[in-house]
């Protein structure tokens, strides 16, 4: 049966190399999201930059999948495959990203206006970005999952988003994706009970209108069925006795 795999002092900073470059790579890769570039044109440069460093992608080939991240244009969720149709102007774009360093995953999101987007487009962006900020504020020892989820939630539902249920946050370490689930919604106080060693990648996936999803063309992706825009940010973060600290972060 499997069970949370937490981490001592030695294995977070190991996770925090990873996470360093997980962040630096993402971000350089972020800032070329503009009109004109395609996705796949990211993809390339974030390859050529995992080779540079020395370090493999987490997401190549993982169940299959065909790209080093995942880029996910307006209302696709997440693990958009990256294609060669160009962004445009009003485009927003999902980018996933992550390394793995002597073993060690780390995993983080965020998503980028292109051009001149629209207000609500910009609304969702700042509004999932903030309610990865609060989930994190409750990763904490002596607090619950739900604690998390009910965060992120309560925030996104004030200000009438929909947290897509389908999709959870989860554990990471040596593999990907571990045990404890994350999810966006749920019950304060409810949930596995959040202890030291515990490193968790946090990410609100967070729908303009409706939360329900389907399969994309291209066999991997989720987009919403009513075409509805999706932001998604995400962290590696581990926490311990001494605090919770962000591994993703530049």
Not at 30 to 38: E, N, R, T
Not at 61 to 87: D, R, T
Not at 182 to 199: F, Q
Request: proline share 4%; charged share 20%; hydrophobic share 45%.
């Amino acid at each position: 049966m499997s069970k949370i795999i937490l981490k001592n002092s030695k294995d977070i900073e190991a996770m925090r190399v990873s996470g360093r470059l997980c962040a630096e790579i993402l971000k350089k890769i972020a800032s070329m999201a503009k009109a004109g570039i395609s996705p796949h044109q990211i993809n390339a440069e974030a390859k050529k930059l995992i080779e540079q460093v020395g370090v493999k992608p987490a997401f190549l080939e993982y169940q299959a999948f065909p790209a080093v991240m995942c880029a996910s244009v307006n209302n696709v969720a997440v693990h958009g495959v990256p294609s060669k149709i160009v962004l445009k102007n009003g485009d927003i774009i999902g980018l996933d990203f992550g390394v793995v360093v002597d073993g060690w995953y780390s995993d983080s999101a965020l998503t980028v206006g292109i051009g001149n987007i629209s207000y609500a487009a910009s609304c969702l962006i700042h509004v999932t970005r903030e309610a990865l900020a609060r989930g994190i504020a409750q990763a904490k020892v002596g607090n619950r999952i739900g604690d998390i989820s009910a965060a992120i939630q309560f925030y996104v539902e004030k200000e009438e988003f929909s947290p897509i249920r389908e999709l959870v946050g989860h554990g990471i370490g040596r593999k990907l994706h571990e045990l404890p689930h994350v999810p966006n919604w749920g019950a304060a106080g409810a949930g596995e009970k959040i202890v030291s060693g515990m490193v968790l990648a946090i990410e609100p996936i967070i729908s303009a209108g409706s939360p329900n999803l389907k399969q994309s063309a291209d066999g991997f992706g989720f987009e919403t069925i009513d075409k509805s825009l999706v932001a998604h940010f995400e962290h590696t973060v581990s926490i311990t006795t001494a605090g919770t600290e962000i591994l993703t972060k530049v």
